[in-house]
């Protein structure tokens, strides 16, 4: 904003903005390129190591002059600053000549030539050759090639520090720093040691900042300068950062972060930065699929096609609606997924509609809608920068999250107050405040000791309960009757570790609260999301900058599937299906009659297949048998359907299964949108067109609507966004070319502004309702004795993405190889096993072998092990328990026992000798 005071370039007057430096100042009225820097970054502190940016500034027009730094310099009313003057030009000169004198002059042979801050700079000075003698580089060292994406040329550097400001400021890693002293200072990576031996996560934001080629990555992102660059989003997590892809004959060359993205700030992981190789890797399907003889075979789309619609005309006349049923993907843009659910709706006429939030955050909608009236993140990732407090229950984000888990860390080493409730010591953990290291599964007793301890203390904020809630008295009676022994011996965390954070939640002048699937993956995942919200609302922690209840939603458009209604209770924009006015007005929007019942949660499919109520699916983008829990009960299922047609870019393990595979397109090629964790709608642009053979998986759906007799136009995002537009409330405002490069933020209303934060004055549903539950032990829980006495939890590593199916064939792989098994060092003991040892891990319904990693990571009774990898399928331990209400199954308390195997890969070769 404008302060309403003036200084002066070149003794014209302009206005300053409070806050801002010298440079600042300057770029905003001369443009971003009139004052040349070198340790200057759009996403670094300012730091005044180069000097090139320096200005004459006097304190009038006519008065003395000091050169000054102009990057970290605070601008003052009244400055004459004079950009350019003779001494300002010569000292840059000079600067740069020194630096020049001590780097390589080999640029018509650099990967970076034409693409070179340095190289821009000196031209910008006037620099056509260096007056002082020609020196050998001091750090004559080989190229560092270690790591499987970063690379180093440190010959190269000219000691800015902005890799290591990357590394501490951004990702907050502390992998770079500067050793030595005076001439001899140079970066190093750890203890001196390479790329791939040292701590890097690999997510490239030193690479970014490198102005010369010191430190870059062997895409040689900024050797592609004359490349065509597309602004996409990414398709891993929930974060949703915004990618710039360099594109050169349909090829994909590298890929940055855009600075000016609200949602990275030039930030990405290495799986949005580099694992995009999987794009045109030779294992993408490339032609449909049919199973003749039992077997699955090249066969044409309109074969294909043909195939299907005949078998669903069959089915639906001889059976029903009802025994059809479809899966919608959290990997598809929201067009897709509107397009799907539409399918399933209006043209087979059944609301047996789910998708993958059904396996992650369906209690969070169930439980934020019952409490708030809307079941999605109340305030925005910018909050963080406000927040003082932050509490974060059953995620990992600087693995599964990694952007905003690097911005949470970030908060949390400022000296922000930080809880986290999570069963292992996770990285956030090391830095958190408190952490409270609870069993699995008893998330509920932990959180009712807090509301025990903020209600009997006096710390609730009784204004706001008054005026923006109800509920309250019935829930607060409640609470104070809990038997405090036994809830604090349930949980496993001291009561007096529990009442702290309490008070530090309770107390904090803002607290955000943030969730993962460790809330979400248990039987009573509904019941906790509530009582995170009840947290929130007891405390006035809702509708303000730095406070709210924020999932941290796993796929990148979990959120937007379920917007679009790929549920089965609740169509396009959280209509519910059974009122009278909902289904009429669905009826008549898409010109079909439509059931006025509730359909199938993806649980309740398996069972209807099993007993002969569900004869045909359709996958979109989903793999089944290796992501869904109990998985012989999964296949089982699907060996029972008459048609199981499978839409994906791999031959993947639900694949195995199919009637029909039909070959999808890539998130890079195609256009579309998807809505973040933050409800931020954003544009993904098609970079590539689609492999020859394969099709967007919109244009699958709209074709197959056509051939089954119901008119819809080819797949388009900006005329689907004006159908979707009319019949979702919060997407009113919402039009393709009106997104703009960073999105906007639902609800959009139909003037086209959106929201940062919700439930400002007021809740969706009105008041905000406190809601109580007892605790209820799982069933595996109760399996948890002599048989089986440790809980397996599961978890996701940084590297990989759920099964893995893009990065591993990514060299993702080459970074992390295998699925591993986390055990304490006492119940390793216990079981005889050593670090890397095969474990054989058995549950009632099954077992696998998988490497053990000892660690303290995990509290003694409990092990960890994910399943990026299908060799191991880990989810055949896994078991069919659920939440109570939202049917999202419970991966995060597994009952098992334990013993020291040979490996299944072992005695296999044993056996063949």
Known sequence: MGSGKFAYINNKPHDIRDGETILAFLRRHTGKDSVPTLCDAPNLDPYGACRVCSVDVALSPEGPAKAMASCHTPMQENYHIFPDSPRIQKLRKNIVELVLTDHPLDCLTCEVNGNCELQDVAAHVGIRKVRY???????????????????????KCINCSRCVRACDEVQGQFVLSMAGRGFDSHIIKGLNTSFFESECVSCGACAQAC???????IFESKSVAAAEKVRTVCTYCGVGCNLEVAVDADKVKSIQAPYDAEVNQGHTCLKGRFAFSFYDHPDRIR???????????????DEAYDFIAEKLTTIKRENGPDFIAGISSARCTNEENYLMQKFIRAVIGTNNIDSCARVCHSPTALGMQRTFGTGAATNSIEDLKYTKCIMVIGANPTDAHPVTGAKLKQVAMKGIPSIVIDPRRTEMARYATHHLQLRPGTNVPLLQMMLYYIISEGLEDASFIASR????????????????DKLEQTCGVPREQVRAAARTYATAEGAMSFHGLGVTEHSQGTLTVMLIADLAMVTGNIGRRGVGVNPLRGQNN??????????????????????????????EFYHAKLPLHIGYKIPQMYEAALDNRLKAMWVMGEDLVQTDPNTNKVIAALEKLDLLVVQEIFFSETCKYATVVLPGASFLEKSGTFTNGERRIQRVNKVVEPLPGTKSDGQIVVDIMNRMGYAQADYDPDTLLQEISQIVPFFAGVKWNELGEN???WPVKPDGSDTEILHIDS?????????????????????????????LTTNRELEHYNCGTMTRRTRNADILTEDVLLIHPDDAAAHFIADGDMVCVESVRGKVDVKARVSDEVRPGVISTTFHFPEMTLNVVTSSEADSEALCPEYKVVAVRIRKSKGKFKQLAEVMG
């Open 287 to 301: 032609t449909p699929l049919i199973r003749r003889n039992g077997e699955l075979v090249p066969a044409t789309w």
């Open 133 to 155: 003698p020609e020196g050998k580089n001091h750090l004559d060292r080989q190229k560092d090639l270690s790591h499987p994406y970063m690379t180093s040329d440190l010959s």
């Open 558 to 587: 979990v959120q937007g599937a379920a917007d679009m209604g790929c549920q089965p209770h609740q169509g396009a924009g959280y209509l519910d299906v059974t009122k009278p006015e909902f289904h009429n007005l669905y009826e």
């Open 743 to 745: 999105g906007k933020q």
């Open 211 to 217: 102005p010369t080629s010191a430190i870059s990555d």
């Open 469 to 484: 809630t109800e509920g309250y008295e019935g829930f607060r009676q409640q609470i104070l009757g809990l038997d405090i």
């Open 763 to 791: 809740f969706k549903r009105g008041l905000g309702s406190f809601q109580f539950a007892d605790y209820r032990e799982s069933n595996e829980t109760q399996l948890n004795g002599k048989d089986y006495p440790l809980i």
